[in-house]
């Protein structure tokens, strides 16, 4: 019997076919599916009905995208991911690791919770608490980036020195997450990407920005992390206090040499930092997903 993945992408590009190579080598078929094209059918076994899969549901869900849309549409997409578990088909990352990290507010309570250093924070709908906040930060000599709530690769950051600078509040979805700007080290722009997998930091990158933003996508040039066992092991209690299978941990060190934690990523892309480590990051994640998921799930079935 064929044993298949269901890999949920819009754009499958590179990262899909480096996961598509290495499910193959541990004998998987893997099939590239758009959670658009589900839909809920309760004359089908589980209620579920999923392209490709009609008669037999996926040994397992590698999860590469969860596209936008109305808040309607995105929880119906969510809802798929959550009932897969319930058939016994696991999902990796789980979708409530999912859920917490796309939701940066989320992401900062849960940090600051567990307590793993990371910027001063502030989330509101008031413009007119956000331009209180701004000043009182700038009397204290700090300036603050302003985020998408829900936003991935830099898009849409903005830094703000002045209450003038704070767009009005629709730009961002009616929400102003406000974070402390924290300068690098050397006062040059850079900071860490660890990928941790099975709760270790299995690779890590120092990104080197063109700019203060130093993601990838924005131009950031990569090049390998230095061995630190403190910055490994605060991306470790990062992934563990989202509960992630994997992460993208994303880590900066503050002008006195302290290092926080910005953001968590639950879906991240790795061809950066592939670029970087000799390791394949796309069978690290197979075999994980496959021998901590997917045959467990097999084995605990069978007996």
């Excluded at 193959?24 to 899969?53: E, K, M, W």
């Excluded at 509040?169 to 900071?191: H, K, P």
């Excluded at 950031?220 to 910055?231: G, M, N, V």
Aim: proline share 6%; net charge neutral; glycine share 10%.
């Amino acid at each position: 019997m064929t044993r298949r993945i269901a890999i949920f992408t819009d754009d499958p590009g590179w990262h899909g076919k480096q996961l598509k190579r290495a499910f193959a080598r541990r004998g998987y078929a893997a099939n590239y599916l758009s959670l658009t094209d589900c839909r809920v059918d309760l004359g089908q076994s589980g209620g579920v009905a999923i392209p490709g899969f009609e008669h037999e549901l996926p040994d397992g869900v590698f999860v590469r995208g969860v596209p936008g849309g109305t808040l309607e549409q995105v929880i119906l997409r969510l809802d798929f991911l959550h009932v897969l578990p319930l058939l016994g088909v696991p999902v990796y990352n789980s979708v409530r690791a999912i859920e917490k990290s796309v939701d940066k507010a989320m992401t900062s309570l849960l940090l600051h919770r567990a307590g793993i250093p990371t910027p001063p924070t502030w989330v509101t709908e008031s413009e007119s608490q956000a331009r209180a906040l701004i000043m009182r930060e700038i009397a204290l000599g700090h300036e603050l980036v302003l985020k998408p709530l829900f936003g991935s690769q830099g898009a849409g950051l903005k830094r703000l020195a002045s209450p003038a600078d704070l767009p009005p509040g629709e730009a961002y979805q009616g929400v102003y997450y406000l974070q402390r700007y924290i300068g690098g080290v050397t006062g040059s722009w850079e900071d860490y990407r660890v990928l941790v997998v099975g709760g270790r930091s299995r690779a890590a990158m120092t990104r080197q920005g063109t700019s203060w933003i130093n993601n990838v996508a924005q131009g950031a040039a990569c090049r390998p992390a230095p061995i630190d066992p403190e910055l490994f092991r605060l991306a470790e209690d990062a992934a563990r206090a989202l509960d992630m299978d994997y992460a993208g941990v994303d880590l900066i060190r503050d002008p006195e040499g302290r290092l926080s934690v910005l953001e968590v990523n639950s879906i991240p892309a790795w061809r950066g930092l592939q670029s970087v480590v000799k390791d394949n990051i796309a069978a690290m994640l197979v075999d994980d997903f496959l021998d901590r998921h997917v045959v467990r799930e097999a084995r605990e079935q069978c007996a």
